[in-house]
C-alpha cells in the first residue's frame, strides 16, 4: 500500500527541490573555491622551496668548483691546508680526504688516522668511469652525525683511476644555508635524504620515504599533509635538489576553521547551506501557523457534523486565517445548515414509517396470537387425538410465525433479525408448549450469535418446530432422552444441525422421526422450507442411535450484515 506524504513533507520537498540547484552551484564553486585555496598554498610552499634550493645548489656548484681546482692539492697531501683555505669561502666544509684507490684515507684534515671509505660503491662508480657523485646522507661513525659529500675521480696521466678526493659537509650545517633568507616565521625548511631523515626541522624528524619516489621531473610537487610530533596538521612540500638523494622539505600549519581557505570554502557552499536550511526551516513552521493548525480545526468541525451535531456554527472562528479557510469554515456551515434541515425531515419520515412498520408487525403478532386462542379453544372441543396433534401443531407453526413479529418490532433494524435471542426465546417457548420436562426429555443448544434477513428467519424457525415437535412425537419412550440444536456460522455457510437419542439402549426411532424424510406433512414443510432458503437439508441416523438434520444455508455479503450491539433493544425476552 503506498504510504501518504503530509503536506508539510510535500512543500518542504518542493522547496528543496526548487532551492537545490542553488546549493549545487555552491557546492561546485565552494569545490572550485577549495582547489584553488589548496593550490595556493602549494604554490606558497613551493616559492619558498625553490628559494631555498636555489641557495644551496649555488652552494654545492661552489664546492664542486673548488674540489675540481683543488683536488691535485688534495692528492698531493695537502688536506689540512685546503680546509683551512677554504673555510670562510665554503663555511659549510667540514672535511676534506684522499682516498686511495682501494678506499683507504691517505689524508684527513680532521683525523691522521687512516680509515676506510663509508661506502665503497662510490669507489667503484668513480673507478667505472665516473667523474663527480654527490652522495646521499650517510653516517659518520667518528663525529656520529650525518653527511653530505662531494667526491671527486684522480686519475694518472694515462686516464687510470688512482684515487678520490672528497669534500664532506654536515647535513645540520647544510641546512643553516637556508635560514638566511627571509621567509613567512610559520614555514619550517629541512634538507632530508632518499630515507625520509630530516635534517634542521624543529617538527619532523622523520617524513614518509615514499614521498620521494613519487616525485617526477614531469609531474609538479603536491601539496601534502602530515601530523608532526605534536600532532598537529602541517602543509608540505618536497623539492628535489640538483644533488640525487637530496631535498628540501618546506612545511607550514594547515589551515584551521577560521582561516582565509576554510572562509572561502564556506562562502562558497556554506553561505548556500545556511539560506537552503533557513528557508526549509521557515516554510516547516509557517505551513504549521498558517495551514495545518486551520485544517486541523476544520478536520475537527467535519468529525462533529459526521456526529450529526448541524447546530454548531464556526465561521467566527476563523476571522484571524487565511482567506481561503475563511471561505471553506463559512461554506461548512451554510451546508450543516442545509444538511441538518434535510436530516431533520428524512428522521422525522423515517420515523414515521418505522413506527407505521412496528405497529404492523405489533398487530400481526396479536392477530397471530388470537388465532392461536381460537385454535386453542377449538381443541378444547374436539375428542379425536389425531385433530387434536394437528390443531397443536398449527399452534406452534403459528407461535413460531408470532415470535418472528414480535423480534421484528422490538428491534431497531427492521430488515434483520439476532438469531441468536431470537431462537433461544422459541425453543424455550416450545421446551414449554411441548412438556418436554414432563416427558424427561432435554433440550440443549449452542447457537452463534448471526444477525439474518427477516425474511430467512421465518422459515428457520418453522423448519426447528417441524423437526423438533417430530422428534417429541417419534424419538422418545417413556425413559425420555434428549434433543440438541446447533447453529454455527462458517466461511461460507450458516449451518443448522438438530439431533435426538433416546435414554432407552433398545430404542429405535420411528419412521416418521427427526431426520428421516417420509411424505407426512412435517416432512414436506422442512423441505419447503429449505428449498426458500435455498439451502442443503440432510438427514439420516446417528452415531448415538438416533437421528441427525442438517441445515446448511449458503450465505453472501448481502445476507449477512454486521452485528450491531444496539440494534437489537429487546425489554424483555419474548413471550409466545
Known sequence: MLRRTTLRQRLVLTLAAALSPILILGAVESFFNAQSAKESRRLELLAAGDEAV????????????????FSPVVASGECKRIKADLQRTLPILTNVIHFDANGQSVCSSVSDIPHPITNMDWVEELRDGAQMIRTDAFYGPISETYFFSLLKRLEDEDG??????????RADALVTLLKFN?????????????????????????????????????????????????????DITVTGVATEGV??????????????????????????MLAFTIALIAVWFSVDRLVLKWLTRLKRIAKIYGAGKYNLRTAHHFEPAPEEFAEFAEAMDQMAHKVDTRDTSLREALEKRDQAVKEIHHRVKNNLQIVTSFLRLQSRTVRDQSARSAIASAQHRINALSTVHETLYQNEQLDSVELKPFLEGLLEHLSNALGMEDSSVEMEWSLDNVVRKSDDSIPIALFIVE????????????????????????????????????YASDWQSGSDALGQKGDGLGSKLMDAFARQLRAEF?????????????????????????????????????RF
Open 160 to 169: 687510470n683511476f688512482t684515487g678520490l678526493v672528497a669534500f664532506s659537509m
Open 54 to 69: 636555489d641557495d644551496l645548489e649555488q652552494s654545492l656548484f661552489l664546492a664542486e668548483s673548488m674540489l675540481e681546482v
Open 182 to 234: 627571509d621567509f613567512d616565521p610559520d614555514i619550517d625548511i629541512a634538507i632530508s635524504d632518499r630515507d625520509g631523515r630530516l635534517f634542521g626541522s624543529v617538527h619532523f624528524a622523520q617524513v614518509p620515504s615514499e614521498w620521494f619516489d613519487e616525485l617526477s621531473d614531469k609531474k609538479p610537487p603536491p601539496l601534502l599533509v602530515f601530523r608532526d610530533a605534536s600532532g598537529v596538521q602541517r
Open 247 to 272: 631535498y628540501v622539505v618546506v612545511s607550514r600549519p594547515a589551515p584551521g576553521l577560521l582561516s582565509e581557505f576554510t572562509i572561502a570554502q564556506i562562502s562558497g557552499f556554506g553561505l548556500p
Open 538 to 574: 440432510k438427514a439420516g441416523s446417528d452415531a448415538d442411535n438416533g437421528y441427525c438434520v442438517e441445515l446448511i444455508i449458503p450465505h453472501s455479503a448481502a445476507d449477512e450484515k454486521p452485528l450491531d450491539p444496539h440494534s437489537f433493544r429487546q425489554k424483555e425476552p419474548p
Open 467 to 502: 423437526a423438533i415437535t417430530n422428534s417429541m412425537k417419534y424419538a422418545f419412550d417413556e425413559s425420555g432422552g434428549k434433543i440438541l440444536i446447533k447453529l454455527e456460522k462458517t466461511d461460507t455457510t450458516l449451518e443448522l444441525t438438530i439431533k435426538d437419542s433416546s
